[in-house]
């Protein structure tokens, strides 16, 4: 049995005509809603979002970071928001990594735009259905990484602006395969950023 749908989801897509059955599952008490909604929900918002930029890539490891930012409306007063989409052996299965990078990256900007971020959770950002529950991380990472990983990881952490993005980014490096200094290092950026963060 599903449980209850939050009322602010269900006004929040409402709003936009967009209905919550169709849009939106219950994974074991995690909302999910599938991307095509995202992509609806903001093109009838008005999220404009700017050509991303590629932070890191790796073809031959299947590794990609892209950062997106954009706005809702028009106007420079228009609420503005930037977040990144990420692709790796060790949080996707697809075998287009550049696609689900844009699509996460494109999924999480229009629901922070749009008010939604933590709220519910795109079906692009989960790993694996197993046993009905949600995976967001692979079960073992085939790759070995590399420096360029842990550097990708590192501009992560330095370029979040809410507790929220960077205690994700410390979520992925955690199941990452980085060895032991590489993640000890990458501690003290998040250390660091958390309290910048957190004084304002």
Request: aromatic share 10%; glycine share 6%.
């Amino acid at each position: 049995m599903a449980k209850p749908l939050d009322p602010f989801i269900k006004e929040m897509l409402e709003k936009y005509d967009i209905d919550p059955r169709r849009a939106l599952w219950d994974c074991h008490g995690t909302w999910i809603i599938y991307h095509k909604y995202v992509e609806l929900l903001g093109a009838k918002a008005g999220v404009q979002i700017d050509t991303p930029r590629v932070i890191e890539c790796s073809v031959e490891k299947k590794f990609v970071v892209i950062q997106v930012a954009g706005q809702l409306g028009d106007g420079d007063d228009a609420p503005y928001a930037w977040t990144f989409g990420e692709a790796a052996p060790y949080n996707n299965k697809n075998a287009y990594p550049f696609a689900m990078a844009e699509k996460r990256a494109k999924d999480r900007l229009i629901l922070k735009l749009v008010g939604l971020a933590g709220h519910v959770y795109t079906d692009e950002d989960v790993y694996d259905i197993k046993d009905g529950k949600p995976q967001w991380e692979a079960p073992a990472v085939a790759d070995t990484p590399t420096i360029g990983d842990s550097n990708a990881f590192r501009t992560m952490l330095e370029e979040a602006q809410s507790l929220e993005d960077l205690n994700a980014f410390a979520k992925e490096i955690g199941a990452s395969d980085l060895p032991a200094p590489s993640k000890a290092a990458l501690r003290k950026v998040y250390a660091k950023r958390k309290k910048e963060i957190s004084n304002g």
